[in-house]
């Protein structure tokens, strides 16, 4: 992680399904400003360009190499670190993929999701991921997730193995399940002792309303910024000096047993 203290923002709005203008535009102007407001990193919410369109999927993902490219010349042009989840397609098969790309304009991340959402049918409509890796970016270190690899500690944990001091998550968390978004962004910044930059959409989006309540955390849990239900930016200032203190004083790492979590044969 770089030695200075820097300003993260988690970028919110509503994602209206197959309009990918109109959400191109609302998170170009939202990058535009966190940029003007000090930010070095930025994510975006899920699926931001084209949303949850499922059978139109195929033909939207067509747009993703040209957003990709626009993403890449403001990242570039502001010196901004933007994170955030679109349609990727390889063949006939789509990845829900969050790309990283750095304050140069290069990507230097793309992480196709392992976790996909079953009740929603989300193992339906995209291919899953199996490959996980932290990200090197002039903001330091990151570890990617999209919104339901929230509930997989394993996910996380092994980004904080490999040295991630932050954790950037792209979501569509809908409001019927606000409460496991606030206890799911916490826990996972406090059990690795890492900030979380947590971005999610808000409002109607297809047959489903979302949360919002983008959220930065700190590593001892501290819930820094938050943006409730309206379009906007939660900022606040990541101090990698602060994870470095938090696990000494803490030390998880080292007092791992690792042996014990070994699989064991069932008794019987």
């Known amino acids: 992680m770089p030695v200075s203290p ?26 535009e400003k966190a940029a003007a407001l000090g930010a070095r990193l930025c994510v975006l919410p899920e699926m931001w360009s084209t949303g949850f ?11 993703t190499p ?14 901004v670190v933007i994170a955030g989840s679109l349609p990727e397609r390889v063949g006939r098969g789509i990845y829900n ?3 990283v790309v750095n304050a140069t304009g290069v990507v230097t991340g793309e992480y196709r999701k392992t976790h996909l959402f079953s009740p929603s049918g989300e193992d339906r409509w995209f291919r899953r991921g199996f490959s996980t890796g932290v990200v090197p970016t002039d903001a330091g270190v ?12 394993e996910l996380a944990r092994k980004y904080f193995l490999d040295g991630a001091g932050v954790l950037c998550v792209s979501s569509q968390w809908p409001s019927v399940r606000r409460a496991h978004w606030r206890i799911l962004t916490v826990a996972r910044a406090v059990e690795n002792q ?20 983008s959220v930065i955390v700190s590593p001892g849990g501290e819930r820094l910024a938050s943006i409730g239900e309206k379009e906007g930016m ?4 990541i101090d990698p000096a602060l994870v470095e203190e938090t696990r000494r004083r ?5 007092d791992r047993n690792v042996r014990a979590y070994r699989k064991t044969r069932p008794p019987g």
């Open 66 to 79: 040209e957003v990709l490219h626009d993403v890449r010349r403001l990242a570039g042009r502001l010196k």
């Open 250 to 254: 803490i030390p998880c790492l080292a």
């Open 6 to 31: 820097f300003i993260a923002a988690a970028l919110q709005f509503r994602v209206d399904v197959g309009d990918v203008p109109a959400n191109r535009e609302r998170a170009f102007r939202l990058v």
């Open 53 to 63: 369109a499922e059978e139109d999927l195929l033909r939207l993902s067509r747009t």
């Open 97 to 99: 993929t969050l790309y």
């Open 194 to 213: 890492a900030y979380v930059v947590a971005a999610n959409a808000v409002g109607p989006s297809g047959p489903f309303r979302y949360a919002g309540d």
């Open 142 to 153: 990151v570890g990617p997730l999209i919104c339901y690899d929230l509930r997989f500690p």
């Open 234 to 237: 939660a900022l606040a200032t």
